[in-house]
C-alpha cells in the first residue's frame, strides 16, 4: 500500500508528466502559428514604421509616419474606405437575410429537407475565384443570359453592362458575393435552431400567435448569440477579403469598387512600398480589432441577459 | 377542413420557396456545365439558349492539353493534400489537448493564441509572409503554399477536433493507460479509429480551403511549373479575354472534385461544421 506522501509525489510527477506532454503535443501548432502569424504580424507593424521596397534592398531606415501620412493622402484612400465600408455592410446584410429566409424554410419539415440542405450549401463550397468567373460570364452585356432574360422579360430596354459601369459595378460584386457566401448563415441557423424546443412552438400557436410574433418572441431570441458571432467574424472577413473584387473587377472601372485590400495590394504588388502597405495594413488592423472590442462588449451584455 | 386547405398552401408555398432557393443555389452551375459544353459560336450568341445544339469537348481538350491545366490540377492536388494532412497531424495532437486537459494554464494560453490569430486575416499578412518565404528561400515553392494553408486552418481545426475528442469518455483510455500504453500509443491505437468520422470532415475542410485559397497562389507563385488552379484561371482569363467557353471548362474542373466529395461525405460535414460553428 502507498503512503499518503507517496501518492501525493505520484500525483506530482503525474501532473509534470501531463504538463510536459501538453505543451509537446501543442507545440507544433505553435511553431506553425508564431512563426506564420506571429513573426509576420510584428514585422508588418514595424515596417510600417520603416522605409521598406521589395525591389530596391538600398532602401530602408526608420520611417517615422512617413507611410501613415502618405497612405491617407492617398487620392484614392477616402474613396477606398467608403467602398470598402459599403462593400462589408452591403454584404453582411444580404447574406444574413438570405441565410436566416433559408434556414426558417429548410427548418420547416418537409419531404428531401436534407437533399435541400445539402444543395443550399454547395456554392459555399466554390473558389471565389470560380463564382466570380461563372457570375461575370453570366452578366456579361454582350451574351450573357441574364442580360438575355432581362431584355426578354420586358425588363429592361437594353442589356446592363452590370461590371463595367461604375454605378452597377458595387452592388453587382455585393449580389456575388452574398450568394457564394449565405449558405455559411444557413448552417449556423440551422445549428441554432435545433436547440429551439418544439413544444414552445406548439405553445405558442396554441395561444394564436402569428408566425411573425412565433418568430419574434420564441425563434430570434435562440439565435441572438449566433447571429452575433456570425456577423462579427463576417464584418471582419468582408471586410479584408481580396479575392472577390480582384477576380471580379480588379478595384475598377475606374476606380468604382477599389477597396482597402486592394489599395494595400497595389502599395505591395505594383509599386513595391512594403512600408505603406504595411501602414495601410497595421491601420486595417486597428480597425479590426476595434471591431472586435465592439463584438466583445456586445457578447457580454448578451450572456449576461440570457444567464440572467 | 379549413385547417386542412391551410396546411396544403402552406406546404406548397414552402415547396415553391425552396425550389427558388435551389435555383437560386444551382443555376451558375448549370450555366457553367452548358456554357462549358458548347462550341465557340454558340457561346457568342446574342441570345444564349439553354440547349446544346452541337456539344463538344473542345473548351476541355483547350484548356487540359493547350493551356497547362493538368500541371495545375496535380499541384492544386499535391498542395491540397498535403496542407490536409499537415493541419490534421497537427490538430489532432493540438486537439487532443485542448479536449483532456482544457483546465491547464498551457491550453488556456494556447486556446486565446489561436482565437486571436484567427482573426488576423491573410491579406494583412500578405506583405510580411511574402518577404518570411523570400528570406525562406521557398517562394515560387509548392511548400509555401502549403505552409501558408496549414497555419490558417490550425485554429479552426484544432476547436473541432476538440469537440469531437470531448464526445468520447475519457475513461476508455484510461483502461489502456492502465495497460501501460503510453499516450500517443493509446491515441493512434484506442481514440482515432473512433474519431473517423470527425477526422474526415476536418480534413475535407483542410482539403477544401487550400483547394480553393486564391490570394497565396496568386502572390507566391509566378511560374507556370508550380502554378495551383485557382490562380491559373484569373490568368487564362487575363490571357484570353473572350474565350469564355474555355474559361467555363476551367472552372467545371476547378469545381468538380469539390462538389463530388462533398456530395459524398456530405452528412459527415454538415454534422461537423455545424458543431464547428456553434462552438466557434
Redesign the interface.
Known sequence: MATGREVRAGAVSRRRS??R???S??A???V??V???????V??VL?AFSHVN?IKPTVGGFAGLDNFAQVVSDPHFPAAVGHTLVWTVGSVVGEYAVGLG?AL??N?P?RGRGA????????W???????G???S??L?P????VN?LLV?GGLVDRPINFLGDATWAMPTVIFVNV?RSF??YT??F???LQAVPEELYEAAQIDGASPWRRFRYVTFPDLRS?SL??VF?HV??TS????FI??MTQGGPNYATITL?IL??RY??QQFD?GM??AL?TL??IG?SLV?VVYYRYRRKLSEEILG | MKIRTYRRVT?AV??V??AI??V???F??A??MI?SLKPIDE??????TFTIHRPTLDNFVNVLVEHNFTTYIRNSLVVSLAACALSL???L??G??FSR?YR?R??KY?NF??LV?Q???G??????????MRKLGILESKISLI??Y???V??LC?FMLSSAYDSIPASLEEAAVLDGCG?LETLRRVILPIMVPSIVSVGLYAF?NA?????FGY?FISQDANRT???A??LF?GANSIN?GG??AA?VI??LP??LI??FL?RYF?SG???G??K?
Open positions: 501531463d504538463t506532454f501538453a505543451w503535443a501543442m507544433p501548432a505553435w506553425f502559428l512563426a506564420l502569424i506571429g513573426y509576420p504580424l514585422l508588418v515596417d521589395l433559408s424554410l429548410l420547416r418537409v435541400f440542405r445539402a444543395l443550399t450549401f454547395i456554392p463550397l466554390v473558389p471565389i475565384i470560380v463564382a468567373m461563372t457570375w460570364w453570366m456579361n454582350d451574351f450573357g443570359i438575355s426578354k450568394w449558405p455559411f448552417i449556423s440551422l445549428a441554432a449566433v458571432i456570425i467574424i471582419i472577413w479584408v477579403n481580396f479575392d480582384w477576380v485590400p494595400i495590394y505591395a504588388m512594403v502597405a504595411s495594413s486595417m488592423l479590426t472586435f | 406546404h414552402i415547396y420557396l425552396l432557393l435551389v437560386y443555389c444551382l451558375p452551375f450555366w457553367m456554357s457561346i457568342r450568341m446574342r441570345v444564349p497531424a497537427i490538430s495532437l493540438s487532443y489537448v486537459f491547464r498551457a491550453v494556447t493564441f489561436m490569430s482573426m488576423i486575416p491579406v494583412l499578412l500578405l506583405v510580411p509572409l511574402y518577404i518570411t505552409l501558408a496549414t497555419t490558417f490550425i485554429p484544432t499516450r477544401i483547394w480553393n485559397e486564391f490570394m502572390v488552379i485557382t490562380p484561371i484569373m482569363k469564355w474559361l467555363m472552372s476547378a469545381v469539390v462538389a462533398f456530395l456530405q454538415m461544421l455545424m458543431s460553428a456553434v466557434g
